[in-house]
């Protein structure tokens, strides 16, 4: 619509659907296609990347389009605004010019003067030879076209990387597990405690003791049936006393090493201790299959020994087997 395309779909647009009318202004119709009708829901977000440059002021719409640092000037002065400065509502910026300069009436409000007063910084369009255009505006450039990548980092503009994501994304673990832990680690487990505050009316008690609220923590450190399993599982490294009373306290852990229990040891057994935690949830809440602490244990001791036995030939690997069973 405003690279000046020569497609048939945007001509056919430019002709029936504009019609001469600034694509900020034109009204949706029941006529109007599926895909056309999506288009101009997307005008908001995309009044923030299309910046028009102006040239002679014959394709830019004086009303509709951000020509000036006052943005739409519809908006700036209101609906009042036409009538104020006798420029017709969809109107080119060409048409409020003469052959002497701009011609428009006499500011009657404080908005009005800063605009008159912006139009003296700036030449008139009549007296220019290049036409307008329009750029694609992101963060970090301008560009004649669309950028796709460029506007969907803008759209959604990447997060800070998690302190943790070296835990939890490294090579030789295991895809299933790695992906459990981090949204885990993200707390976005949907816990029974987490369902609930999004209004959903169920029960609160956690599914492995069926005492305290079901909160991340609870469930994967504190609940006696979790601590069970943490205690069969930090025996094997050497650590028998060693329990977590909170999510960060585990992290703290995971990221140590010693001689008996490496940094890559604890990461694998970690993460399989709650990916089999979370499982074991879920199957009494939707299969009502109880198992015991010393089941999951075994199910943990099991997938370490055959992760380990298929990549013993890795440097990270080596002698990991003979620390996990001492």
Same mark, same amino acid.
């Given at each position: 619509?405003?690279?000046?395309?020569?497609?048939?779909?945007?001509?056919?647009?430019?002709?029936?659907?504009?019609?001469?009318?600034?694509?900020?202004? !034109?009204?949706?119709?029941?006529?109007?296609?599926?895909?056309?009708?999506?288009?101009?829901?997307?005008?908001?977000?995309?009044?923030?990347?299309?910046?028009?440059?102006?040239?002679?002021?014959?394709?830019?719409?004086?009303?509709?389009?951000?020509?000036?640092?006052?943005?739409?000037?519809?908006?700036?002065?209101?609906?009042?605004?036409?009538?104020?400065?006798?420029?017709?509502?969809?109107?080119?910026?060409? #048409?409020? /010019?003469?052959?002497?300069?701009?011609?428009?009436?006499?500011?009657?409000?404080?908005?009005?003067?800063?605009?008159?007063?912006?139009?003296?910084?700036?030449?008139?369009?009549?007296?220019?030879?290049?036409?307008?255009?329009? !750029?694609?505006?992101?963060?970090?450039?301008?560009?004649?076209?669309?950028? #796709?990548?460029?506007?969907?980092?803008?759209?959604?503009?990447?997060?800070?990387?998690?302190? #943790?994501?070296?835990?939890?994304?490294?090579?030789?673990?295991?895809?299933?597990?790695?992906?459990?832990?981090?949204?885990?680690?993200?707390?976005?487990?949907?816990?029974?405690?987490?369902?609930?505050?999004?209004?959903?009316?169920?029960?609160?008690?956690? /599914?492995? /003791?069926?005492?305290?609220?079901?909160?991340?923590?609870?469930?994967?450190?504190?609940?006696?049936?979790?601590?069970?399993?943490?205690?069969?599982?930090?025996?094997?490294?050497?650590?028998?006393?060693?329990?977590? /009373?909170?999510?960060?306290?585990?992290?703290?852990?995971?990221?140590?090493?010693?001689?008996?229990?490496?940094? @890559?040891?604890?990461?694998?057994?970690?993460?399989?201790?709650?990916?089999?935690?979370?499982?074991?949830?879920?199957?009494?809440?939707?299969?009502? @299959?109880?198992?015991?602490?010393?089941? @999951?244990?075994?199910?943990?001791?099991?997938?370490?020994?055959?992760? @380990?036995?298929?990549?013993?030939?890795?440097?990270?690997?080596?002698?990991?087997?003979?620390?996990?069973?001492?």
């Amino acid at each position: 619509m405003f690279s000046q395309s020569e497609s048939l779909w945007a001509e056919w647009h430019r002709k029936y659907s504009l019609n001469g009318i600034s694509l900020w202004a !034109v009204q949706e119709s029941l006529s109007d296609s599926w895909a056309w009708k999506q288009i101009l829901k997307l005008r908001p977000e995309g009044r923030n990347f299309i910046k028009p440059i102006l040239g002679n002021g014959q394709k830019i719409s004086f009303w509709f389009d951000s020509w000036t640092p006052l943005g739409q000037l519809i908006q700036f002065l209101g609906q009042a605004g036409p009538r104020q400065l006798q420029v017709q509502l969809h109107a080119s910026g060409s #048409a409020a /010019c003469s052959n002497t300069g701009w011609c428009i009436a006499s500011p009657r409000s404080d908005e009005a003067m800063e605009l008159h007063t912006f139009l003296t910084s700036i030449p008139c369009p009549v007296f220019a030879e290049a036409t307008d255009s329009y !750029v694609w505006t992101t963060s970090t450039c301008e560009e004649p076209r669309f950028n #796709a990548t460029k506007t969907w980092q803008d759209l959604r503009p990447r997060g800070p990387t998690l302190t #943790a994501s070296d835990l939890i994304w490294f090579k030789g673990g295991i895809p299933r597990n790695n992906f459990t832990m981090w949204v885990a680690n993200a707390d976005r487990l949907p816990t029974r405690a987490r369902l609930a505050s999004w209004g959903l009316q169920i029960p609160t008690q956690c /599914c492995l /003791c069926s005492i305290s609220s079901e909160t991340r923590d609870h469930l994967f450190l504190t609940c006696q049936f979790s601590m069970a399993v943490w205690r069969l599982s930090v025996t094997r490294l050497g650590e028998p006393n060693r329990l977590f /009373c909170s999510w960060a306290e585990l992290l703290s852990w995971i990221r140590g090493t010693s001689t008996a229990a490496p940094s @890559i040891l604890r990461k694998l057994v970690a993460q399989a201790a709650v990916y089999h935690l979370w499982k074991q949830r879920n199957n009494v809440l939707h299969n009502q @299959i109880v198992l015991s602490p010393d089941a @999951i244990f075994r199910l943990i001791d099991k997938e370490l020994k055959n992760t @380990i036995n298929a990549r013993s030939k890795r440097k990270q690997f080596l002698n990991l087997m003979s620390k996990w069973m001492s």
